[in-house]
């Protein structure tokens, strides 16, 4: 094993019962160490962090477990290998990786390709000065740089490849420019959304891949202000109406997969103790927002309320995909323009088009 993982997740947090309560596993402990070593090395991803900082960790092992929010992980192995391999990484080329975490990654690309030709960037210094050690205990020393990420890191440009490990919601403008002529851009754009992209005159452009595996959404994405829509939404003052489309859709990974290109929204699906499902859409714009649920008489409703009526919005994108045949993700493809536009199609460039909202 030329790179071993477990050098770079010494320790990570395992929601048991998928339930948000996370317990703490280390290698140390004698007790978890059968269990993290067998974590390690599965082809799962393993949260690394989570608040931002390591004071959860700190309450998880005082407690025993801890509430919060992921803000980092060491990817599942068997996803680093298929982007490296979507991305013909090869001898010579000079690759951007965005988002550090761990490090791991940034050591198979300088196994693959040598130090020198390596920059990582990620905005924690903490997760970069802890890949830093370990990169260095296992003598890789590929640049690594705290900073925004969206911004790249114009100094190593230009990239032959970017490989970005976290979810954003667009392509930014600096990543292309930082990217050779007919260099590659993979990068997920939300809820699994990777899309691989060749860069042509100032523009870039590619399908999506098959695959629905998501990552962490980049930091600088801040879905507070959406989330809070949950405690602050008014039923009294919105827009009421049946819903055409029943919230169970978006159970399908294809229409979801659309669903999060084509709607400016967060999804989030909520049991209340009554035990009808209600399904929200909560926009990133932090005041837009819509409810679907069906009512103790079978009837499926919606409430919306907002300057992006985003159920309505939700159906349309559901009846596009219905006319289309229902294609698969693979059909679908994106272009970054020169103006920043983005546009999702499907089956050729131009042929069936949709602006994406910013």
Request: aromatic content about 6%.
């Amino acid at each position: 094993m030329r790179v071993p993982r477990h050098a770079f997740v010494p320790r990570f947090f395992l929601d048991r019962e998928h339930r948000g309560h996370f317990t703490p596993i280390d290698g140390i402990n004698p007790a978890q160490h059968a269990e993290w070593l067998s974590k390690v090395y599965s082809n799962e991803p393993l949260i690394t962090q989570i608040g931002g900082d390591d004071t959860a960790w700190t309450t998880a092992v005082e407690t025993g477990s801890t509430g919060g929010v992921p803000t980092s992980s060491s990817t599942m192995p068997g996803l680093m290998a298929l982007m490296l391999e979507v991305l013909g990484i090869a001898g010579g080329m000079r690759v951007l990786e965005v988002g550090t975490g761990t490090g791991y990654n940034a050591a198979l690309l300088c196994e693959r390709l040598g130090p020198e030709w390596v920059t990582s960037i990620d905005v924690d210094p903490l997760l970069v000065n802890a890949a830093r050690e370990r990169l260095a205990a296992l003598g890789y020393a590929p640049a690594l740089v705290a900073a925004d990420g969206t911004l790249g890191h114009p100094a190593g440009a230009p990239y032959d490849r970017i490989l970005v490990t976290v979810a954003v919601p667009q392509i930014p403008r600096a990543w292309i420019e930082q990217t050779r002529e007919q260099g590659r851009i993979l990068a997920d754009i939300g809820s699994g959304a990777l899309a691989l992209l060749t860069v042509r005159n100032g523009a870039a452009e590619g399908h999506f891949l098959p695959d629905c595996r998501g990552f962490i959404p980049i930091r600088a994405e801040n879905a507070r202000a959406a989330l809070g829509l949950l405690q602050t939404a008014d039923m009294t003052n919105s827009e009421r109406r049946p819903a055409a489309l029943d919230g169970h859709e978006l159970d399908d990974p294809t229409f979801r997969f659309l669903a999060t290109l084509r709607v400016p929204a967060h999804h989030v699906e909520l049991l209340p103790e009554c035990g009808s499902r209600q399904f929200w859409l909560l926009g990133r714009d932090g005041s837009s927002w819509a409810c679907q649920a069906t009512d103790d008489h079978g009837r499926s409703n919606v409430a919306q309320h907002g300057t992006h009526r985003l159920w309505d919005e939700l159906e349309a994108a559901h009846r596009d995909w219905g006319t289309l045949g229902r294609p698969a993700r693979e059909m679908f493809g994106l272009t970054v323009r020169q103006d920043g536009r983005h546009v999702l199609w499907c089956g050729e460039a131009g042929e069936h088009e949709w602006e994406l909202p910013c």
